[in-house]
Every structure is written in structure tokens, then in C-alpha cells.
């Protein structure tokens, strides 16, 4: 009997000790379940009353921000459209510039092909220009790609007996003034007349019509055909005269 006492002692041991860590358990559930109950916890009630019959979302966020008396939310607009504001910007660009550039319309007019009038390829162009001498030359193309504030001509003249060609923007604000100085006598049926770069088609120096449409309308002749030609004579007559 002394023998079988102590090995029987350890399992009543682990029996108590399972009975003692069940208890434990069952105490934890049951604090987990009273935690968990909304009764215990009045704040974790439903704030909103039950949604009715045919609940929507939308409706109930409507209704409990009504009802309820919660704060709206602030809506900001959408921005306004540039597309709505501005439908053509680069329409309305243009008109801005062209009535700081030409606020008479007159070279808008020159060019126009609504204007019977209109300055054409084969015409004789007089080209005044604000910083530099005037140019003179045959209109050999107009060009007009997007807008009427990007026209542009080509002038060609001879100078010392080598042809000479210069572009001019037609609105540049360099261009002072754009006058016709002899119409063609018969119009080309063409867009550009590049076959007068020939030899054989080529109309030479157009100075002397240029000096004659001076002496008609009475205007100035600067640059080769005026002051500078006539410096040009008076310093050779005084070495004549020495």
C-alpha cells in the first residue's frame, strides 16, 4: 500500500488541474459573449429607425439626413467648361489680334478672296516696311494655311542682275504698309507662278515701274529708288567735275 499511494497522488493532481483550466474557459466565454451584447453597450445600438418596405440606399441616406436633423454635406459645383465658355479659341485668338494688327481692316480686305479687287499672283507689290528700306518685286504665291493672320507673300525682283525672292508676313507688325503698284494684265490661271524663276519668263527688275507709280500717286521713293540714287548721281558728277 505505501508503494501504489504516490503513483496515484500525480493523476488526481492533472484531474484537478484540467477541472481548474475548463472552469477558467467557460468563465472567458461567457465574458466574451456579455462584451459582445448590444444591451451591455447602449452606444452600439442602431442610430437609424428599421429601413420600410422597398429599402433603397439611396432613399434611406436621404432620409436620415432630413429626419435625423444630421449635417448636409457641402456639394462643391463642378467648374464651369472651357469648351462651353470657348468653343473656337483659336477663332477668337485671331479676331483679338487682327484688331490690334490691322484695326482698319485694310490689308484684311487686300487679300480677301470675297474682294473682287484683292491683290493676285502676277501683280507688282510695294512693301513698306518700318525698319529696313522698302521692297518691290512680282507677287509669285499667297499663302494662307490656317488662319488669315498667318497670310504671307512672296515678292521676287532683280537686284544688280541676280533675282532676289523675300517673304513678308502680311500682319507683322515690321510691315507698315502693303500697296499695288500695276495689276497683272491678264490673271494666271495658276496658284503660284514659280515658272518666272526662268530665264524666258522672267520679267527682269520691276524699278522702273515702281519710280513711274512714284511719280503718278506723288509718294516717297526711298532706299534704291530714290535718295539712294540720287546720292549716287550727285557724287559722280563731282568727280566729273574735278
Not at 515702281?210 to 549716287?232: E, F, L, N, S
Request: charged residues 25%.
Amino acid at each position: 500500500m505505501s508503494l501504489s499511494a504516490p503513483c496515484i497522488r500525480p493523476l488526481a493532481i492533472l484531474k484537478q488541474a484540467f477541472r481548474q483550466c475548463r472552469a477558467e474557459r467557460q468563465q472567458l466565454r461567457s465574458q466574451r459573449q456579455y462584451a459582445t451584447a448590444a444591451e451591455t453597450y447602449p452606444s452600439l445600438a442602431p442610430r437609424f429607425p428599421p429601413p420600410s418596405a422597398g429599402f433603397r440606399p439611396s432613399q434611406a441616406i436621404k432620409q436620415n439626413r432630413t429626419e435625423t436633423g444630421l449635417t448636409k454635406i457641402p456639394v462643391v459645383p463642378p467648374p464651369r467648361s472651357t469648351r462651353k465658355a470657348c468653343p473656337d479659341p483659336i477663332a477668337q485668338i485671331t479676331t483679338t489680334q487682327l484688331k490690334t494688327l490691322d484695326p482698319t481692316g485694310a490689308r484684311t480686305r487686300l487679300f480677301s478672296p470675297t474682294n473682287p479687287e484683292r491683290a493676285q499672283v502676277g501683280d507688282i507689290l510695294l512693301v513698306r516696311l518700318k525698319n529696313s528700306e522698302p521692297f518691290s518685286g512680282l507677287l509669285l504665291n499667297i499663302r494662307q494655311r490656317h488662319s488669315s493672320i498667318d497670310t504671307a507673300i512672296l515678292l521676287r525682283n532683280q537686284l544688280t542682275r541676280v533675282g532676289v525672292e523675300m517673304w513678308f508676313k502680311v500682319f507683322s507688325p515690321d510691315v507698315e504698309g502693303i500697296e499695288v503698284v500695276q495689276r497683272a494684265a491678264k490673271r494666271a490661271r495658276r496658284a503660284n507662278l514659280y515658272y518666272m524663276r526662268q530665264p524666258r519668263h522672267d520679267i527682269g527688275s520691276v524699278e522702273g515701274v515702281v519710280k513711274q507709280y512714284m511719280r503718278r500717286t506723288g509718294g516717297p521713293m526711298g532706299g534704291r529708288d530714290g535718295r539712294g540714287a540720287g546720292r549716287a548721281r550727285g557724287k559722280k558728277g563731282g568727280k566729273g567735275k574735278r
